[in-house]
């Protein structure tokens, strides 16, 4: 295992691109610390950042230590798994294709930005933008699974086309805009507007505090046979869930129908 503990802070934004396990196998601690990064415009070594213990043969990785401002931990990892036992800073899973992220604390905006496959589990909250695609971009969330236990912000899972997201918590406005496919769950109040411009896809609110957008059209009460194996599965991964709530029907509500207007917006029935 390869144990990094972080020995510096500043009020500037870190960058340590590369900080995964696949792409530290192979390399020795000093080799690690000789990697660049950058805190604001100025280019520093690992070593600076990190007291680093251990190999990355196993490909497993464990951070501690504050690391609230440090950028891109586990961006673009493809296998092994990454733990962080505190807060993460923006880009946190960025286009990760597999392997498994673990943060302890709470995530910057951009969790797992257009990821592709892997899973992340975030115990605490996370900022704005997860699960989406960046800016001028077309493709947001194309596969994996990501975990949030409390609140997430704005605009998670924009232009999502597949894969699992799941919040324990609330979620800010635009919750899954210009979603193509996947499916987003959530368990506390969803914010406004959501699924704006969705063209498929899953909204399911477990826990019905979410207002139906103008644009979308009730379309009828049912129970997906998907639904009870969702829920056992996120009961798996100690994801919160009332108990009966898989052998409940859910109103089905079409839309975005100034989009493509076959997405879904689920909600639990009153019995």
């Given amino acids: 295992m390869l144990c990094l503990r972080a020995k510096f802070s500043s009020a500037l934004p870190v960058e340590v691109d590369g900080l995964a396990p696949d792409l530290l196998r192979g390399l020795s601690a000093s080799e690690i610390g000789l990697r660049p990064a950058l805190v604001g415009r100025e280019t520093v070594r690992w070593g600076d950042l ?3 213990t251990g190999h990355a043969d196993d490909a497993e990785i464990t951070i501690t230590g504050d690391v609230s401002r440090f950028k891109l931990i586990g961006r673009g990892m493809t296998s092994g798994r990454l733990t962080v036992e505190g807060h993460v800073g923006l880009h946190a899973g960025a286009e990760m294709r597999g392997g498994e992220l673990i943060i302890r604390g709470n995530a910057g905006d951009w969790l797992g930005a257009e990821m592709r496959g892997g899973t992340i589990q975030v115990d605490g909250h996370a900022g704005d933008n997860a699960g989406s695609a960046y800016r001028g971009s077309t493709k ?9 236990s409390r609140d997430v912000g704005a605009e998670a899972g924009t232009a999502m086309r597949r894969g699992l997201m799941a919040i324990g918590g609330s979620c800010g406005a635009f919750i899954g805009a210009g979603m193509i496919a996947g499916t987003i769950v959530i368990g506390g109040t969803c914010g406004p507007h959501p699924g704006a411009g969705m063209k498929r896809g899953t909204l399911a609110s477990l826990s019905g505090e979410v207002t139906v ?8 009460e049912y129970r997906p046979p998907i639904w ?4 056992r ?3 798996s991964r100690n994801f919160r869930v009332e108990a009966g709530l898989e052998h409940r029907l859910l109103r089905r509500h079409r839309g975005d129908l100034v989009a493509l207007g076959l997405g879904e917006l689920l909600i639990p029935s009153a019995t």
């Fill in 140 to 148: 947001g969330m194309r596969g994996g699974t990501i975990f949030i």
């Fill in 233 to 235: 599965y996120l009961r």
């Fill in 50 to 52: 990190f007291e680093i």
């Fill in 228 to 231: 009870a194996m969702t829920i």
């Fill in 213 to 220: 957008p103008a644009t979308f059209r009730y379309d009828c």
